[in-house]
């Protein structure tokens, strides 16, 4: 990538051709000591990995699929804060370098016109005082044509030349990804995740509205409130009790 004006994020760049997971590969560069801001971008990905176990669709030269590892000094628990920056950074890039208007859907979907167009998956190396590593993996669908993603999948799921109606160079896609991750990694490791959150709000279709969340253990509705500093989200039944969501499948409700 020439001329990436970035310090950090991208600067040591690994690029595949065909990989199993780029998640995988960064896992094993993050153990051997890799320096924060090493990306591993691929082509294509065999076996792609989403949330949740979840398979991730990697086709040849339509999409970007790779993982950044970053290492802040900061507790577990706020390792979810990262992927909120990721999404925030990638809303930020696609707004730049094309006139797609995506919006984030808790935790880390983001969508257009309610259909799927990016997906992260944060991964960390850790003890239980300190990160070692973060993994953020992104994958963007940006080439891709409707007749490329399953058909049981094509109401779910769009690019960004299904939205723009021409070819998005993805290169320039990734350059704005780093520029904008870096600044806001910046801002976050000097003055913590108050401008992420308040950014990510602004962005997210969930908060204020009235959303049905379905957990493992519940299927919980009410209103959006917001999230906590640790990437949870907070929703307020019809009784007025505040649930403390960590994990689920959320849909905005009809009601
Ligand atoms: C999701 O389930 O929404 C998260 C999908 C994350 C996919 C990306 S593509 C690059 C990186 N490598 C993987 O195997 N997965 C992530």
Excluded: C
Aim: aromatic share 6%; net charge negative.
């Amino acid at each position: 990538l020439l001329g990436l004006h970035t310090k950090k994020i991208g600067q040591n760049l690994h690029y595949e051709e065909t990989v199993d997971s780029t998640q995988k590969i960064a896992h094993r560069l993050a153990q051997e000591g890799a320096v924060e801001g090493t990306v591993i971008v691929a082509e294509e990905q065999t076996a792609g990995r989403g949330r949740l176990a979840r398979k991730w669709y990697s086709p040849k030269y339509t999409g970007v699929w790779m993982s950044i590892i970053l290492r802040p000094a900061i507790p577990p628990q706020h390792a979810p804060q990262l992927t909120l920056l990721a999404a925030v950074a990638i809303v930020q890039a696609i707004q730049e370098v094309t006139n797609v208007l995506p919006d984030i859907k808790w935790p880390n979907d983001i969508l257009v016109n309610n259909k799927k167009l990016v997906g992260i998956l944060t991964e960390m190396q850790a003890d239980v005082e300190q990160v070692h590593s973060v993994i953020i993996g992104i994958g963007i669908n940006v080439n891709q044509k409707l007749e490329h993603f399953d058909s049981d999948i094509q109401h779910l799921a769009t690019s960004l030349s299904i939205e723009e109606q021409k070819e998005v160079n993805r290169a320039a896609l990734m350059q704005a990804i780093f520029l904008k991750m870096e600044s806001l990694y910046e801002d976050y490791l000097e003055n913590g995740f108050g401008l992420v959150k308040h950014l990510w709000e602004s962005y997210s279709i969930s908060i204020g509205k009235r959303i049905i969340a379905r957990t493992l253990k519940a299927t919980i509705e009410g209103h959006a409130k917001g999230i906590t500093n640790d990437g949870v989200l907070l929703l307020e039944d019809d009784n007025g009790t505040v649930h403390h969501i960590h994990s689920a499948d959320i849909e905005l409700s009809s009601k």
